[in-house]
């Protein structure tokens, strides 16, 4: 005997070696000595060193309490259990024996035939240590190298990005020469999203292949803050199931024009026009996106535009779904049947559009699925939405017991985040009529009662007019998953008003569901409304508030938060600073009521407009010996310099007069001046103390004067006489004019 495993020991104690077995033990034990004789082990066995169990085909390395096949069995190890050599080695019965102590606890004597010391790994273990930190749309991902390098130098790291756990997206691969590289640190970005979240992880390449990817960690993003003067109508752009064209509006609230250059983030999105532009003081300019859908499965998909403008970037998030919200339903046959077959792939059915499953729990009061505790947990933690479902049959049990059943089974997925239940009515179970409808409210509020959830029907055309005709009123207590597989835009509901979800496929085909035909369903709805079927409302949908101002004041939000769930109700106030005043909301807002009561239904913009305040009265300031003059707070340039004579102050009133919208004119034949404003008229001569005032004539007390070539008016004579009011500060030397609007 050559061998010592669990199934040699076992198969060779059941014979008693008498006359007429022994010709039967003796082809047993040569057919057991044929696969143990062969055995090469990588290196030499010594005390101290670490060995591993090999080659037992299943059955496990017996480990005994002494050198001996009769001793007794302490344990068994299986393949690739590891240990360290502590004794040996002892020659007895015909094997070489080694004391071991194994890293299950276990300590004993085996023989050495199913031993050997560990090869070295081919491939790389994994990156360990990996860490994310969020910048400004953009994350550093870092890594340690693998405990176990593989029998050959790394090459390369392969990084995967998702926007779930357990990422699978090849999105970079860093090869010796980047500086990356030998780093172990690189930055994802800019293209990303602020405030989503991605998962990462990371895998080693060498010549022996590519190690398991590392641990996921994950990091959002920060947003990027707008450049300043620039507002954006509306933040983010979705363009649903249906829709093909949209147009973003880039408006200019600043006080300089606005350089702008668009680079589109996914090939779907085409004819982006225009791509580059400046945008003009207090004005907009409207880019148009289109999608093309055409080599898109159906399901969500997330880009971005990226939008310079001058040195500052920021990411607008683009949203598209193809074709109405993709689901399944599964069950043990998508499984292998009875068998544990093919398992499914969810992280594929995710990529493949899928958003949500109904996975079977339970039928009658006695048949569980196999597959259901397995399928749940793994389809939610790919990202799917999943609900459970039990098959009734009304004819043989009662509605209580049935309810009783399937939540002591499949009671942990009628919980907050899971979909609502359904009770599956198949029409060779079906009782019909009133009994049925009967049947289904003893049900669905056993079901209410216990978790305050309403379940949907499933059942085909023929069972939902069935129950419609004995209950018109059935549709307006239950929601309806519909089973209807003619081709058609719309299912037939047997009569009920509308319908939540359709199976229009007992046999579609679905990427990681290999092998096996697999249920299509779709819901009749987009992302927000599919929420309303989970139960707690999952994670609620938000949306992103955006302010801006047009002018000067500010803006305040109460609540202030980045986002608000869809419905929250907020206050926006518009503040208009000194000299300006608030005039009308704009964005997606609109109305002049201030504040702005506004509730949130998705992505928002609101830009408050304010104006300057025209003022009551012009203000015009001068001071003797200064050839700077002040109209309504703006800098003029006198072209002479006030000052006086005989105790009154001639000015050279030109650009005054006309700063305050009047006239004035010189005749050089008769030496005279014209002065204009609102409704009075003033004609004055160089030299002459009488003036022409509206046909009158007034004595002045000094006369115009020509000085240093400019003509020079008595200024509180020629303001006083127009209607404005003239103080003299005599410290200063100032005079300051006000004059009303008219």
Wanted: net charge negative; hydrophobic share 40%; glycine share 12%.
């Amino acid at each position: 005997m050559v061998c010592d495993t669990r199934a040699c020991r076992r198969k060779l104690d059941q014979h008693h070696f008498s006359a007429r077995h022994l010709a039967v033990a003796v082809v047993v034990v040569i057919t057991l000595l044929v696969p143990c004789v062969s055995r090469v082990r990588a290196e030499t066995i010594a005390i101290g060193t670490t060995v591993e169990v090999y080659g037992t085909g299943g059955d496990g390395l017996n480990v005994r309490l002494a050198a001996d096949t009769t001793a007794t069995v302490l344990g068994v190890e299986s393949d690739g259990a590891r240990g360290t050599v502590q004794d040996g080695p002892v020659s007895a019965g015909g094997f070489t024996w080694w004391s071991v102590t194994w890293a299950s606890g276990i300590a004993g004597w085996s023989v050495e035939n199913y031993l050997r010391t560990p090869l070295p790994p081919t491939t790389p273990g994994s990156p360990t240590g990996v860490q994310a930190v969020s910048s400004v749309e953009s994350v550093i991902l870092t890594w340690d190298a693998p405990a176990e390098p593989g029998a050959t130098p790394i090459t390369a790291w392969r990084i995967y990005r998702d926007r779930r756990a357990l990422p699978t997206t090849l999105v970079a691969t860093l090869t010796a020469g980047d500086p990356a590289f030998d780093s172990r640190s690189w930055t994802d970005g800019p293209m990303l999203l602020g405030s989503r979240t991605y998962w990462y992880r990371v895998g080693a390449v060498n010549q022996g292949g590519e190690s398991l990817p590392s641990p996921d960690v994950s990091a959002t993003p920060r947003s990027a803050t707008l450049p300043p003067g620039l507002f954006l109508i509306p933040p983010q752009l979705d363009f649903g199931g249906e829709l093909t064209s949209l147009t973003l509006t880039l408006q200019n609230t600043g006080d300089v024009p606005l350089p702008f250059v668009i680079a589109p983030g996914a090939s779907w999105l085409t004819g982006v026009a225009p791509l580059a532009g400046s945008i003009p003081v207090t004005g907009s300019q409207g880019i148009t996106l289109q999608v093309d859908r055409t080599a898109l499965v159906s399901g969500a998909y997330e880009s971005l535009l990226r939008i310079t403008s001058g040195t500052q970037g920021f990411n607008v998030p683009v949203a598209l779904r193809v074709g109405r919200i993709q689901g399944i339903d599964v069950s043990r046959w998508q499984c292998g049947g009875n068998h544990a077959g093919d398992p499914i792939n969810w992280a594929a059915v995710r990529s493949a559009g899928c958003q949500f499953v109904f996975v079977k729990a339970t039928e009658g009061i006695t048949i569980t699925d196999p597959f259901l505790h397995t399928l749940m947990p793994a389809a939610r933690q790919a990202g799917l939405l999943a609900g459970a479902y039990h098959i009734c049959w009304p004819g043989e049990n009662d509605a209580a017991a049935e309810a009783a059943y399937f939540l002591q089974t499949a009671g942990r997925y009628v919980t907050s985040g899971f979909l609502v239940p359904v009770l599956d009515i198949e029409p060779r179970y079906n009782i019909g009529g009133t009994a049925m409808v009967t049947w289904i409210d003893e049900w669905a509020g056993a079901v209410r009662a216990a978790t305050g959830v309403t379940p949907l029907i499933y059942c085909s055309t023929s069972v939902a007019s069935n129950l419609r005709r004995a209950d018109p009123t059935i549709d307006g207590r239950y929601r309806l998953w519909i089973a209807a597989y003619k081709a058609a835009a719309e299912p037939d509901t047997g009569g009920w008003n509308g319908w939540a979800f359709w199976q229009y496929s007992d046999s579609g085909t679905v990427p990681g569901i290999e092998g096996h035909r697999v249920d299509l369903d779709w819901f009749n709805g987009n992302e927000q409304s599919l929420r309303q079927y989970v139960i707690g409302g999952g994670t609620p949908p938000t949306g992103l508030l955006l302010t801006g101002v047009m002018g000067n004041g500010l803006v305040s939000v109460n609540p202030l938060q980045e986002r608000y769930p869809v419905g929250s109700t907020i206050t926006v106030t518009a503040n208009p600073i000194t000299g300006w005043r608030f005039t009308a909301w704009g964005g997606n807002a609109e109305g002049t009521a201030n504040p702005l009561v506004l509730t949130v239904n998705g992505d928002t913009s609101v830009l408050a407009v304010f104006e300057r305040q025209k003022p009551q009265e012009h203000s015009i300031t001068l001071r003797v010996g200064s050839d700077e003059a002040t109209i309504d707070g703006v800098v003029l340039k006198l072209d002479a310099v006030p000052v006086i004579v005989q105790s009154r102050t001639l000015v050279p009133l030109r650009a005054i007069i006309e700063g305050l919208g009047g006239t004035i004119t010189w005749t050089a034949e008769t030496r005279g001046v014209s002065v204009s404003l609102g409704t009075t008229t003033l004609s004055l001569q160089i030299g002459n103390p009488s003036a022409v005032v509206n046909g009158e004539v007034v004595t002045m007390d000094v006369p115009a004067a020509i000085m240093n070539g400019r003509t020079m008016l008595p200024v509180r004579f020629v303001t006083e006489q127009l209607g404005a009011a003239v103080v003299w500060e005599a410290t200063t030397q100032t005079i300051t004019i006000t004059y009303p609007i008219l």
